[in-house]
């Protein structure tokens, strides 16, 4: 088994030490699904929903998820974030969520990628939940993440 990082000798939570560790390039990609009735998926194509354009608020709110991670997620670090981008396709039953995130710094990403398709996702359902009591969030996780060696 893999030793955590998170977890020090006594098996007490830790902020991971990152200091001797160069900056470089991270991106980290992930997705989510908010399942969602045709009905509704109509009503966001054509901007009938009432608390407005789901898609755009949507998107503020992944991005503001991304650079509030390190406030929800205790042993996070408070990165340089270089780039968030939310990204959203509508198929006939659901919104498929798709962000990026980019940093140059010395820890990774991924987790700034996950809480912005998260928050994208929890927007979504919150915008549309007058119109559909049906809706399911599904399939946060993350696509791929990378860095370029120093």
Do not use: Q, W
Request: proline letters at 2%; glycine letters at 4%.
């Amino acid at each position: 088994m893999t030793e955590l990082s998170h977890i020090d000798e006594a098996g007490s939570a830790r902020m991971v030490d990152v200091s001797g560790k160069p900056a470089v390039k991270r991106t980290a990609r992930a997705s989510a699904k908010v399942m969602v009735s045709p009905e509704t998926i109509e009503k966001i194509r054509k901007g009938l929903l009432k608390k407005g354009d789901v898609l755009a608020v949507a998107r503020v709110a992944g991005i503001n998820a991304a650079k509030k991670t390190y406030e929800m997620i205790p042993l996070c670090h408070a990165i340089r974030i270089d780039s968030v981008t939310v990204e959203f396709e509508l198929l006939a039953d659901c919104v498929v969520i798709t962000t990026c995130a980019i940093c140059t710094d010395r820890t990774g990403i991924e987790m700034e990628a996950l809480s912005a398709a998260s928050g994208a996702a929890l927007t979504v359902y919150d915008m549309c939940k007058a119109v559909d009591k049906e809706m399911r969030i599904t399939d946060v996780h993350l696509v791929e993440k990378t860095k370029e060696e120093a």
